[in-house]
């Protein structure tokens, strides 16, 4: 093989991919206006929910499938390079302060570590075998979920991550923005939110971006929702680390119990700031220990805990 055969090769590769397609109609975007640029960029971002909307009895599935897995001790680990990568960071940063679970429960991994974050780390995201060493790293096990995220659908670390995943007997996803791609091949759960070609030419971090964060937000809130983490559209296990989210906790009780203001913080001062057992405090009428039991042998389940409560 020459040295040119390979990037050649991968050139012939790229050339197949929706994502990658040239658009000759916005060839001359650049001589446009800045709020025609605008309008198009626009009208380019609302046909996603549509692709997306295409996906969600595989979204579905996949969720009911992963909160299985939370529910017994495993844990969700979003694996990508790029802009994929960062925005499995993203979402798996966000579930501490939002839903109060451990920050092992939710990881995201990104080819290059967390240098990539900020810089790129070039040939990070060529390497299988670097995928298979960091879910190594953090003992990967059958209870645990690995979503592949990758726009191309064919990075090999998002690939590698999930054949090492499932050959481990974990649970695995793949999301591609590419039909008929490698990794949602190699996943139990296929997901490939079909975005069409980009504004500019290749440039994933744009429609294909946009889906991938849909799609997460979806895997990671609907999940939380499965396991308890929230009483009807309220984030009853929000963590209260700052004074908005302790202005929030406040609030939250408030639109749960109705309660009057001494009464919602002597609830969370008995429950040391805990939404979810104030909150069953002041519905059921019960002590601070007595919510928190109602609640544990409810595995966290507020609406759960309050049954048994009152019955």
């Given at each position: 093989?020459?040295?040119t055969s390979r990037p050649n090769d991968l050139r012939a590769e790229l050339e197949k991919l929706t994502t990658e397609a040239f658009r000759p109609e916005l060839a001359e975007i650049d001589r446009l206006s800045t709020l025609e640029i605008a309008t198009i960029m626009n009208g380019e971002d609302a046909s996603v929910p549509g692709a997306v909307a295409r996906e969600l009895p595989r979204i579905a599935a996949a969720v009911d499938a992963i909160a299985e897995r939370m529910a017994r001790g495993g844990r969700l680990l979003y694996a990508g390079a790029g802009t994929a990568g960062r925005l499995g960071v993203l979402d798996a940063s966000e579930c501490p302060p939002t839903f109060n679970t451990d920050?092992?429960?939710?990881?995201?991994?990104?080819?290059?570590?967390?240098?990539?974050?900020?810089t790129s780390v070039e040939g990070a995201e060529d390497s299988a075998e670097l995928a298979r060493a960091d879910l190594e790293t953090l003992g990967l096990t059958a209870d645990d979920t690995v979503v592949g995220v990758s726009a191309s659908g064919r990075t090999p670390y998002a690939v590698g991550a999930v054949e090492y995943a499932r050959g481990r007997g974990a649970l695995t996803v793949g999301l591609a923005c590419?039909?008929?791609s490698a990794l949602a091949e190699a996943a139990e759960h296929g997901i490939e939110v079909v975005v069409g070609p980009e504004l500019l030419?290749?440039?994933?971090r744009l429609k294909a971006g946009t889906a991938q964060k849909l799609v997460l937000n979806m895997l990671s809130t609907?999940?939380?929702i499965r396991l308890g983490k929230t009483y009807g559209n309220l984030?009853?296990?929000v963590r209260a680390s700052n004074d908005k989210l302790r202005a929030r906790s406040r609030r939250i009780v408030a639109l749960a119990t109705g309660a009057t203001d001494a009464e919602i913080e002597s609830a969370l001062t008995a429950?040391?700031?805990e939404v979810k057992p104030a909150i069953l405090t002041i519905l059921a009428n019960v002590d601070a220990p007595t919510a928190t039991h109602l609640l544990k042998t409810a595995n966290g389940h507020l609406r759960t805990a309050l049954t048994a409560a009152l019955d």
């Open positions: 093989m020459t040295s920050p092992t429960q939710v990881v995201g991994l990104i080819a290059g570590g967390p240098p990539a974050l900020v590419n039909p008929h030419t290749g440039s994933t609907i999940t939380m984030m009853v296990d429950t040391d700031g």
